[in-house]
């Protein structure tokens, strides 16, 4: 797919007026447009002329869109053809079953112009840059195997690379939350968020309601361009649960989340070609009841009162991987929230980081006569960790988050980093109606 051929989209609908409203989206974008009325006709033209999407509807006679899916998946000529479905059916068992027959993503009528655009732009130029990528990758064997003008051929290639993750590192970037709208939320908090490469396999996910806001901190599998492909499936999967399908609850968003990556990288089946997954903390909060919901995904929730430290762990299931139980329950923990109460949530980037400290080894070398013992490097470590957290917390947040930068950096020296690194920390704004008496202050409850 070359970088100046406008994209082609096939719109499958069998209402000529939706098909004319989306025609005029994409056009406007400069997109060439097929349209058919129905699946057999939508089917004939894929196997004519292979457009770069489809746009799909679900009700329509003779063949619905769920089969119309299926059909281009089960063939290897368009099976890597993105399906978006649009549909006025709203019920999360059609949601279910588009993303089961194959489709990448669900818009419910009555959509939004910029809506449409912004999800298929996404995912075309996802296909596009991994066509790219592939291309560079043929490019670059051939060269190898030739071997003519080998050194002019990597340097281009190392360039076109860079390039490409560049621009993968502004998408990735875009889907983060703005910190200054999470600050009209909660005034109180900071997010630390530096991938190990310009793109990394960890992500965070705030969503605020009326009465209450989501916080997710999630960390892939890998780091770089793989870990951050991983990056784009969780986000987009934690927004459908938690937009489209409106789930508060954390087990829940547990669940489907494994449900969703598992089964969209088909390691739910015998044939998967990958093993990939994720680990996740979710908390929900609802400052006005004074009420902070949580469930874990191997990553924990650090809460410091009064210089207190209390971690209430993650169950020990991981997400999305093929040996991810797809029927687990998730553990949720319920923590009544008190005014000095703060909250925090990290990947293990921290408490994995390799430092040049060497003050924990003791004794001589039998050898050295005298000298003290070489000691290897040692990790940060979650003990370490927690301590820091209980250390900082009496401070405000933005200091907070800066003497977690220095701590950081101090302890790596000159070592490389080993991973990519998220913390989020918060500390709930309480109303006056909930807060409570000086007598109680200490008197927090974590149900499980």
């Known amino acids: 797919m070359d970088s100046e051929t406008p994209y082609s989209v096939l719109i499958v609908d069998d209402n000529t007026k939706n098909l004319q409203v989306l025609a005029d989206i994409l056009r406007s974008r400069d997109y060439k447009i097929a349209m058919a009325k129905d699946g057999l006709s939508a089917l004939n033209f894929v196997a004519r002329r292979k457009p770069d999407m489809v746009l799909l509807d679900i009700m329509m006679p003779d063949m619905d869109g769920f089969e119309v899916c299926r059909r281009l998946k089960s063939n290897t000529e368009t099976r890597d053809i993105p399906v978006i479905f649009i549909s006025a059916l709203n019920d999360t068992g059609d949601k279910l079953r588009a993303f089961g027959s194959g489709g990448v993503d669900y818009i419910t009528k009555p959509f939004q112009k910029e809506e449409v655009f912004a999800r ?42 860079t390039d490409s993750i560049q621009y993968a590192q502004m998408i990735q970037a875009a889907l983060l939350p703005n910190p200054d709208h999470i600050r009209t939320y909660l005034p109180e908090s900071f997010f630390i968020y530096m991938p190990k490469d ?142 000095g109460m703060n909250f925090y949530m990290a990947s293990d980037g921290f408490e994995d980081q390799m430092g ?69 920390g918060f500390s709930p704004p309480i109303p006056e109606s909930v807060r409570e008496s000086p007598e109680d202050c200490r008197d927090f409850a974590i149900r499980t």
């Open 120 to 161: 298929v732009n996404v995912h075309l130029e996802l296909r596009r840059s991994h066509e790219e990528l592939k291309k560079i990758n043929e490019a670059l064997n051939i060269e190898v195997r030739e071997r003519k003008q080998a050194e002019k051929a990597v340097r281009k290639a190392n360039q076109e690379i």
């Open 198 to 339: 310009l793109v990394g396999g960890d992500i965070f996910f705030t969503e605020c309601f009326k009465d209450g806001c989501i916080i997710a901190v999630t960390d892939c599998t890998g780091h770089g361009v793989p870990g951050a492909f991983m990056t784009m499936i969780v986000f987009s999967a934690l927004k459908r649960i938690i937009t489209d399908e409106k789930c508060r609850e954390p087990v829940q968003i547990l669940k489907r989340l494994n449900f969703i990556v598992k089964t969209t990288l088909h390691q739910d089946t015998e044939y998967a070609v990958s093993d990939d997954g994720l680990d996740a903390a979710v908390c929900f909060l609802q400052p006005e009841e004074g009420i902070l919901n949580f469930a874990g995904a191997k990553l924990p929730l650090f809460c410091t009162f009064d210089g207190d430290v209390t971690m209430i762990k993650g169950d020990r299931q991981s997400l999305g991987y093929k040996r991810s139980d797809l029927k687990f329950d998730f553990t949720p923990h319920t923590i009544r929230i008190r005014k």
């Open 356 to 424: 040049e400290r060497k003050d924990r080894c003791g004794g001589l070398s039998p050898t050295s006569r005298g000298t003290p013992a070489a000691c290897p490097y040692r990790r940060f470590g979650r003990k370490e960790f927690i301590s820091l957290l209980g250390k900082i917390s009496r401070f405000p947040f933005e200091q907070q988050k800066q003497r977690l930068l220095d701590a950081f950096c101090s302890y790596k020296g000159k070592l490389e980093r080993q991973d990519d690194m998220t913390i989020a």
